[in-house]
């Protein structure tokens, strides 16, 4: 913001700035998006690109002279300058942002966001503590198009922009590019302050931006902490939230600090809770926002939040995604009588550990708020942490098999009969999760979908994968009128399905065909991270969706694929003749004493005991009341 600073500027993360090669080709790929003709994106310095160069400096003076054979210290000079001017110059600004958003050549388009300092990271949400550069390689993917959102949140126009949206209230998109509606309300702004107008808009502009930095440093910090501490979903998109992560870059950038945000509308998201967000708890603290602590009331790593909904379901318990919600079949069958007695009493445990062999894994089994219905979520080394206080206050019932498998992992499985509490085990359980979980991996993970209508869907992520895999060649798309487009589209997402199964790291892919909301597309959620999927391509996929459901590792183990209605209602189960239904009606108790489980050191007290591979009729009993028999 303001007058151009000196070379100490740190307009950037000094993790990005190119050298070698790339910054060859980031210097080559600027000069062809700004429009003068380099050669093209190479990495070799030729005469044509030092005549291009010489060309931008007649029309930007302050880009620095550039020799025959620059070195690496003359290129760090050059992006410093252009850092800056992307702060300072209007025209320099608009120019690039144009040009970012139309150049069709992706080796061109990843130097200029290289050059210009825009970034992806591989995470949703704001989190870039790992801030990586786009690779100039010729493949525009999901990085390049994040990087293109950046460009303009990064320029000192969208922070004044910003800026002007928490000091006035004033709603301009933070477009990096100065139009009538920016004018309007900067013209006002120097009215209200006594600043002088003197329609020439960069000198108008560098009077605003001065004296924003002089003048209202706490006043923008106070708008930024109320725009995060009002915004009470931060996993989804919000336009108050965008505008405080791009001032906060922009404070951060003129205490020369070394941190910033890709500012992107959301502070959280399912993989980033609010003790990882950037925004929250680095930039914030950096740059002297004080928030207040966030108290999610959709749970911390919910996610899918229901867009216009008046009645949503009741979060996750202990502040689980979500996505470990279990649909699949033949893992449900297992614990179905489990979940038929944790329902047959309202006296039953509210929350249960139990250990399936179908599943590899524990599971916890939960009450929903709908009468006769549980909901299942795996547990593994990614999440136990999150059950732990469950664990140790007794919150959550330990059903037999969680007990005899802790059992075995704590004492073995030798023929000795050893004795152990039910204490020990919630102590052995606490003390060391991950030695019972570390073999776990997220098989059984879940996507999801809210519809047009509001309707939720819940079906297997494997599931997902099968459809998306019939779907994947522009024949499919045949009369559809980039069906090359949307080949890529669909591949793009089955890779992300694939990757969240494998748990590697992985973005989900946005649409690029246009403007989506929830009148015209469906929000899925693919481990954790959401994209809207345009209607019409959703029906068919939707339609193949419930053709498939056999899973793409199992190879026959189906998941239910369960509807409800905006109010969280079950509204059908499409199942496959074999699948079993996730939050069915159950029937009238049966002899739940005999069977339901449970065993709680409180109850119990010290000589309430165990033993290897016999449950003692002493504690075959609920952690709450007992329950009777129907």
Do not use: C
Request: proline share 4%.
């Amino acid at each position: 913001m303001g007058e151009p600073t000196d070379n100490h500027d740190k307009t950037r993360p000094s993790q990005l700035m190119p050298t070698g090669d790339n910054a060859i080709k980031a210097l080559e790929g600027f000069l062809l998006v700004m429009g003068f003709h380099a050669e093209p994106v190479n990495g070799q310095f030729s005469a044509a690109d030092k005549a291009a160069y010489d060309q931008a400096r007649t029309q930007y003076s302050f880009l620095p002279e550039l020799g025959d054979t620059p070195d690496e210290s003359a290129m760090l000079a050059v992006f410093q300058a252009i850092d800056r001017g992307l702060q300072d110059n209007v025209t320099f600004q608009q120019h690039y942002i144009e040009g970012v958003k139309s150049q069709t050549n992706a080796s061109a388009l990843q130097g200029a966001l290289v050059a210009g300092g825009s970034w992806a990271n591989r995470h949703l949400g704001d989190h870039i503590s790992n801030a990586e550069p786009i690779a100039i390689d010729g493949d525009r993917g999901t990085l390049t198009n994040r990087g293109v959102r950046n460009a303009a949140t990064l320029t000192g126009v969208a922070t004044m922009q910003s800026s002007l949206n928490l000091l006035t209230g004033s709603s301009l998109t933070p477009s990096g590019i100065i139009d009538a509606g920016t004018l309007t309300t900067m013209r006002s702004y120097a009215q209200a302050k006594g600043l002088e107008w003197s329609d020439n808009t960069q000198e108008d502009f560098a009077r605003i931006t001065q004296y924003i930095q002089a003048n209202e440093g706490d006043a923008l910090r106070t708008k930024i902490a109320e725009a995060l501490n009002t915004d009470s979903d931060h996993s989804a998109p919000d336009a108050h939230t965008l505008d405080a992560q791009i001032v906060m870059n922009g404070l951060a950038r003129q205490a020369e600090s070394d941190i910033r945000t890709a500012p992107d509308s959301r502070q959280t998201d399912s993989h980033i809770t609010d003790e990882k967000s950037h925004t929250r708890t680095v930039i914030a603290p950096e740059t002297g926002v004080e928030l207040t602590p966030h108290q999610p009331t959709t749970g911390p790593e919910e996610t899918i939040a229901a867009e216009h909904h008046e009645h949503t379901p009741a979060p996750p318990p202990f502040g689980l995604n979500a996505m470990y919600r279990v649909t699949r079949h033949d893992v449900l069958e297992q614990i179905q009588p489990v979940i038929d007695r944790q329902n047959a009493s309202e006296t039953a445990p509210q929350n249960i550990l139990a250990y399936s062999e179908k599943a590899n894994g524990f599971l916890l089994i939960t009450k929903t708020e709908t009468e006769g219905q549980s909901a299942v979520y795996q547990i593994s080394d990614r999440n136990v942490s999150q059950i732990l206080s469950g664990i140790t206050d007794g919150s959550i019932a330990l059903d037999e098999s969680a007990s005899k498998h802790i059992a075995e992992i704590v004492h073995g499985e030798s023929a000795e009969t050893t004795a152990y509490t039910v204490a020990e085990l919630r102590t052995a359980f606490a003390g060391d999760a991950t030695r019972f979980t570390g073999n776990t991996r997220e098989r059984l993970l879940t996507t999801s979908a809210t519809l047009t209508n509001g309707d939720g869907l819940i079906f297997g992520l494997d599931d997902m994968h099968d459809a998306l895999n019939k779907l994947d060649s522009k024949r499919d798309w045949a009369g559809q009128e980039d069906p090359i487009a949307i080949r890529d589209y669909i591949r793009d997402l089955r890779n992300a399905t694939r990757d969240a199964r494998e748990e590697r790291t992985f973005t989900v892919p946005q649409w690029q065909g246009g403007a989506l909301d929830a009148s015209n597309s469906v929000e899925v959620n693919i481990g954790g991270q959401s994209t809207r999927i345009p209607s019409q391509i959703w029906d068919r996929i939707s339609t193949t969706l419930s053709e498939t459901q056999r899973g793409f590792s199992t190879g026959r183990n189906a998941s239910t694929l369960e509807r409800r209605n905006s109010e969280g209602a079950l509204i059908s189960a499409a199942q496959t003749p074999d699948s079993g239904t996730l939050a069915g009606n159950f029937g009238a108790a049966g002899d739940v004493a005999e069977d339901l489980i449970a065993s709680n050191a409180s109850d119990i007290g010290a000589e309430g005991e165990i033993r290897t591979g016999e449950i003692s009729p002493e504690i075959r009993q609920p952690e709450t009341a007992p329950v009777s028999n129907a």
